[in-house]
């Protein structure tokens, strides 16, 4: 029996396990079951922990992570959009400053742990998909979806999918963040040039 040295570079760096192979199989057959093997990450169960270093929107920060600098997507929640990567020059979206404030003032410059879904570790932009906990145990990407500050994410499945859909739902009954009522209208509020009652436009 022979042993193998293989390093395959994955999301989180370069992994190298020393595992027996026998040695009748082809090269080529033992370098294929070596990158199953390793194609799920060592990380995927007990997380990875990573430093916060910036914060692009509610819910995608830049990380160092392994030594490497990675953009990770939230996984399970949806923040409005504070830039359109298809329309630069559109405005951001109502309560994204809000989210991206937040998401600012808890994770940048914080130690973090990143956990991941068993299969998806990469959306098609590239980034990595992660649950981010911070070191007292606080689930974030929860807490966006819990304080208002996210939807909870619907298209796909994914582990905390019913639990972030009722956290939605109880953040719009208590009125937080983006589910907060709109300010009354005073009954003596700006009126329209031309019209004949209040206006109908908020101050």
């Known amino acids: 029996m ?3 040295r293989l390093s395959l570079p994955l999301a989180c760096g370069c992994v190298t396990r020393v595992l027996p192979i026998q040695a009748r199989l082809p090269l080529s057959r033992a370098a294929v079951a070596l990158a199953l093997i390793l194609a799920v990450p060592a ?8 430093r916060v270093f910036a914060v692009v929107d509610g819910d995608t920060v830049r990380v160092y992570v392994d030594g490497r600098q ?3 997507r939230l996984i399970g929640v949806d923040t409005p959009e504070l830039r359109d990567r298809h329309n630069p020059d559109a405005p951001p979206q109502p309560f994204a400053r809000e989210a991206a404030d937040y998401t600012r ?3 940048n ?5 990143l956990e991941y879904e068993p ?3 990469f959306d098609v ?3 990595v998909l992660a649950y981010v906990f911070l070191d007292d145990g ?3 990407n929860r807490e966006l979806v819990r304080s208002g500050y996210a939807r909870a994410y619907r298209r796909f499945r994914f582990r905390y999918r019913k639990q972030f859909i009722a956290d939605e739902a109880a953040a719009r009954r208590a009125g937080r963040g983006l589910w907060a009522p709109p300010p009354a209208l005073s009954q003596k509020g700006p009126r329209v040039q031309g019209s004949e009652g209040p206006s109908d436009h908020a101050p």
């Open 70 to 72: 990675r953009t990770v």
């Open 105 to 107: 003032r808890t994770l």
């Open 109 to 113: 410059g914080q130690r973090v742990r």
């Open 2 to 4: 022979t042993s193998f």
């Open 138 to 140: 606080t689930f974030f």
């Open 125 to 127: 932009y590239g980034r």
């Open 119 to 121: 299969h998806d570790r």
């Open 43 to 50: 990380s995927a169960g007990e997380g990875q922990s990573a």
